[in-house]
């Protein structure tokens, strides 16, 4: 302390050498006196010896001492540096090998594995901690929000409630979601981007599609004008499509068990994408695969209520309601009940439809002329009725369903108005019918389980 200019030590425990300072030369004995064992150059204190000199070479053996501790630091402080290199150029080595090569900065999801953190941060912070003011949606045990990423990207963020009460189907709700949607990718299946398991929130993030809900579209009067036929048509293929690759290309096949108009969003392009895989199961086919009811009534097969065992079965009759919806505007549920059952006859149950005809049914917010429906409505008619059959034996598959729909079908030969819907059920199992249509063309009719062909006015 060089401007130290007076000290007083007096009356302490102190020893040892005293500071060869000026300070301490200039200091009367007063300032000392009274302690322990002090020793310096200062008249009324014994001399210190040698060893515990202050000098010259105590003082080159403490510059020694601190040379040696601060080589010992630096060298080990670059070890350190060099191995924490080594580790991060590695991690970054091993994260490059498996990120995809389109991964972008502006896709933060591409990446999800590796920037989950700032992304969770980045959903609360959009979202204002998941305020109402974000919400596009709600259902039974889930909550969803549109948030938009400061890269400038859009996603919907499904987020599960915190329930206590039913918190193990919200588990296996979540759980069954990013099981399902890890297995399959298809243009017809919402992408799921990543999800987060929080002490607090609960939560999956999907790709958002802008037309929103297959239902909402055909409840609103304008988009449903603007939502034309040939729209439909492709929804209805897209969906097929889906169905047909998780029943038959995936492996272990997967089931949706809640097929409805709720389900399936559509993009700006009207390109349908089946979503909600809450209640999705992976069929094992060494096991009866026996369930618990999930699904939407209304929608769900009618075998479920006593058979409980969840098969691709449910799925095709799930479609063959939401197939009718689609052409219909509306849902079927008067036209099913009049669908023959399981012990009805053929001919009485095709009664219940005489003098009706196809564009008694269709949406009529919709022109129906023939030049502006397309020939495809009355196929699409026809393939509904036969996933409605009352036995699931008889009901054609998905895959079935899809390659009709993907190949080309000649023109209407008849008017579309002279199509009688008795025409379009489909034959009870193991008979064909043969009859004149009004164009006078012969029709064969064979929608069987195994085989789906048309020909005649079709």
């Known amino acids: 302390m060089l401007s130290l200019i007076s000290v007083d030590i007096s009356y302490n425990h102190l020893e040892g050498p005293l500071p060869n300072s000026k300070v301490f030369q200039k200091v009367s004995f007063e300032a000392f006196r009274d302690n322990n064992a002090l020793c310096c150059n200062i008249s009324g204190l014994k001399a210190c ?6 000098g ?6 403490n510059k020694f001492v601190i040379l040696v501790i601060v080589l010992v630091l630096g060298i080990s402080l670059f070890l350190f540096g060099m191995l924490a290199i080594f580790f991060i150029l590695h991690k970054r080595a091993r994260n490059k090998v498996n990120e995809p090569s389109h991964a972008t900065k502006e896709n933060l ?5 590796y920037d989950g953190k700032l992304v969770y941060e980045n959903i609360i912070e959009a979202t204002e901690n998941f305020s109402t003011n974000h919400f596009i949606g709600v259902g039974g045990y889930a909550t969803v929000y549109k948030v938009e990423l400061p890269s400038g990207q859009v996603v919907a963020v499904k987020k599960l409630h915190n329930s206590q009460d039913a918190e193990l189907v919200v588990v296996k709700s979540f759980t069954s979601e990013i099981q399902a949607l890890t297995e399959i990718r298809h243009r017809n299946i919402v992408k799921l981007y990543g999800f987060c398991s929080h002490p607090r929130h609960l939560f999956l993030v999907y790709e958002f599609l802008e037309r929103g809900s297959l239902r909402k579209i055909l409840s609103n009067e304008k988009q449903a004008m603007n939502f034309e036929w040939t729209k439909r048509v492709n929804v209805i293929q897209g969906v097929a499509n889906a169905l047909s690759c998780m029943d038959h290309d995936c492996s272990p096949p997967i089931i949706l068990r809640d097929i409805s108009s709720n389900n399936i969003l559509l993009d700006l392009e009207y390109v349908a994408h089946i979503s909600d895989f809450g209640t999705a199961r992976l069929i094992n086919p060494d096991s009866s695969n026996w369930t618990s009811f999930a699904g939407t009534f209304g929608y769900a097969a009618p075998e479920l209520a006593f058979t409980m065992e969840a098969n691709e079965k449910c799925d095709v009759y799930s479609f063959g309601v939401l197939t009718l919806e689609v052409i219909m505007g509306k849902h079927p549920g008067h036209l099913i009940s009049s669908l023959p059952s399981s012990s009805s006859s053929s001919s009485s149950s095709k009664s219940n439809f005489e003098g009706m005809f196809l564009t008694d049914i269709l949406d009529r917010r919709l022109p129906t002329s023939k030049n502006q429906v397309p020939h495809r409505v009355d196929l699409i008619a026809k393939l509904a009725f036969a996933c409605l059959r009352a036995r699931p034996q008889s009901h054609p598959t ?8 993907s190949k080309q079908s000649p023109s209407l030969q008849i008017p579309l108005n002279m199509i009688s819907l008795e025409q379009l059920l489909p034959e009870r199992k193991g008979r064909q019918s043969g009859r004149e249509t009004a164009g006078g063309r012969k029709e064969e009719l064979k929608v069987e389980g195994v085989e789906v062909g048309f020909k005649g006015y079709i």
């Open 398 to 405: 998905m895959q079935q369903v899809s390659v009709v729909l």
């Open 56 to 61: 010259p070479k105590g003082k080159k053996h």
């Open 109 to 113: 999801f591409e990446i999800w594995s």
């Open 49 to 54: 010896h040698p060893k515990m000199s202050d």
